[in-house]
T-cell receptor, first 111, second 112 residues
Framework: QKEVEQNSGPLSVPEGAIASLNCTYS??????FFWYRQYSGKSPELIMF????GDKEDGRFTAQLNKASQYVSLLIRDSQPSDSATYLC???????????FGTGTSLTVIP | DTGVSQNPRHKITKRGQNVTFRCDPI?????LYWYRQTLGQGPEFLTY????????KSRLLSDRFSAERPKGSFSTLEIQRTEQGDSAMYLC??????????FGPGTRLTVT
């Protein structure tokens, strides 16, 4: 079992819709969780991080964390074509020393 | 610009040659990480430094790979006797302790 798992997609949503991206992780002791956006050929760009159970909102983005179920999700409201990218979930395990990344979910927002 | 910088951005080398990459982290960050990313995969951890100390190294990392951070500021990653399988994007990230990591633009290595 991989430490961090994501559906590779592709996920397609129409412009203006809500995109929902999901991630599960294996280490129950994981402490912090991150979402990165990566455009083709570019490096990952931090979007959000979340440490506590519940929701955290930042503009059009909402991160949701459920430690009991070991999943973290990212909602993108009012999706725009510029949101089309691969979204990487990263988890900082109990040791706090390494980030483990999922393989990413490819999102396409259709105008 | 006070972000993470990496040089060179692209490197083409012949199999068997040695290559060295440089990373300059965000100045107030004490942790520096190296990752490798291939197409369709997430970044794969290689090693990390806290200040000048290399605290962890991936078990998957070949002995041909070595990294340094001599004064706790910039870091170099060297690959000796490159192989075609080393072709990848090499990413550097920095953070303050175990907080969120910020990535540089990466160095794309092509081994012919």
């Amino acid at each position: 079992q991989k430490e961090v798992e994501q559906n590779s997609g592709p996920l397609s949503v129409p412009e203006g819709a809500i995109a929902s991206l999901n991630c599960t992780y294996s280490d129950r002791g994981s402490q912090s969780f991150f979402w990165y956006r990566q455009y083709s050929g570019k490096s990952p760009e931090l979007i959000m991080f979340i440490y506590s159970n519940g929701d955290k909102e930042d503009g059009r983005f909402t991160a949701q964390l459920n430690k009991a179920s070991q999943y973290v999700s990212l909602l993108i409201r009012d999706s725009q074509p510029s949101d089309s990218a691969t979204y990487l979930c990263a988890v900082n395990m109990d040791t706090g020393n390494q980030f483990y990344f999922g393989t990413g979910t490819s999102l396409t927002v259709i105008p | 610009d006070t972000g993470v910088s990496q040089n060179p951005r692209h490197k083409i080398t012949k199999r068997g040659q040695n290559v060295t990459f440089r990373c300059d982290p965000i100045s107030e960050h004490n942790r520096l990480y190296w990752y490798r990313q291939t197409l369709g995969q997430g970044p794969e951890f290689l090693t990390y430094f806290q200040n000048e100390a290399q605290l962890e190294k991936s078990r998957l990392l070949s002995d041909r790979f070595s990294a340094e951070r001599p004064k706790g500021s910039f870091s170099t990653l060297e690959i000796q006797r490159t192989e075609q399988g080393d072709s990848a994007m090499y990413l550097c990230a920095s953070s303050f302790l175990a907080s969120e990591q910020y990535f540089g633009p990466g160095t794309r290595l092509t081994v012919t």
